[in-house]
């Protein structure tokens, strides 16, 4: 079972480039979810889904942008890069009746130059 | 707004040693709450979970119970291993999440133990 697939996991960009972080689950999964850890500030929400065409802001969504055209996709795409999106990005999946049980993928780090 | 608070890390343990993570939250209504690992490397996976006051979760020898009272999910295991070493992350459910699935997790705690 793949689960939550993300790609890449690292890369480097230099200030003002843009990018996108690939995400898919294979789960048929409603709910999907971006967030970003910082070293001790646990994980914070950028952007989630409830389904396909359906998305909405979460904690941290500046700077960001995110499109779900499949249920199984749901990239977050980086516009004009700053040294604060320096982090590691989780994409993360749940199914329609479970309240809490989130499915990660393993994770994308990005640092910003 | 809705949070939780984990006590800092990191916790360095003897293997065998007693563990007791504390967590605590602030929440409107009635949220579920969760205990999440992440092992070095690797995305979070849930550990346990409680959805109502005085529920205990339990799973790999970790326990955690829901009390209302003093607003607290502490995560305990009697004997810990070498394997154990992990980050653990205490969430709560968003206030209004039943239909998102919407979690707010707390800074996370490191724990190491040692041989």
């Known amino acids: 079972n793949a689960g939550v697939t993300q790609t890449p996991k690292f890369r480097i960009l230099k200030i003002g480039q843009s990018m996108t972080l690939q995400c898919t689950q294979d789960?048929?999964?409603?709910?999907m979810y971006w967030y970003r850890q910082d070293p001790g500030m646990g994980l914070k929400l950028i952007y989630y889904?409830?389904?396909?065409?359906?998305?909405d802001k979460g904690e941290v969504p500046n700077g960001y942008n995110v499109s779900r055209s499949t249920t199984e996709d749901f990239p977050l795409r980086l516009e004009l890069a700053a040294p604060s999106q320096t982090s590691v990005y989780f994409c993360?999946?749940?199914?329609?009746?479970?309240?809490?049980?989130?499915?990660f993928g393993e994770g994308s780090r990005l640092t910003v130059l | 707004g809705d949070s939780v608070t984990q006590m800092e890390g990191p916790v360095t343990l003897s293997e065998e040693a007693f563990l007791t993570i504390n967590c605590t939250y602030t929440?409107?209504?009635?949220?579920?709450l969760f205990w999440y690992v992440q092992y070095p490397g690797e995305g979070l996976q849930l550990l346990l979970k409680?959805?109502?006051?005085?529920d205990k979760g339990s799973n790999k020898g970790f326990e955690a119970t829901y009390r209302k009272e003093t607003t607290s999910f502490h995560l305990e295991k009697g004997s810990v291993q070498v394997s154990d070493s992990a980050v653990y992350f205490c969430?709560?459910?968003?206030?209004?999440?039943?239909?998102?699935?919407?979690?707010?997790f707390g800074q996370g705690t490191t724990l190491q133990v040692k041989p």
């Open positions: 409680a959805t109502k006051a005085d």
């Open positions: 889904s409830v389904g396909a065409g359906i998305t």
């Open positions: 789960m048929n999964h409603n709910y």
């Open positions: 929440a409107t209504g009635y949220p579920s």
């Open positions: 969430a709560l459910s968003d206030h209004g999440s039943s239909n998102t699935g919407k979690l707010i």
């Open positions: 993360a999946s749940s199914s329609r009746s479970g309240v809490g049980e989130l499915f």
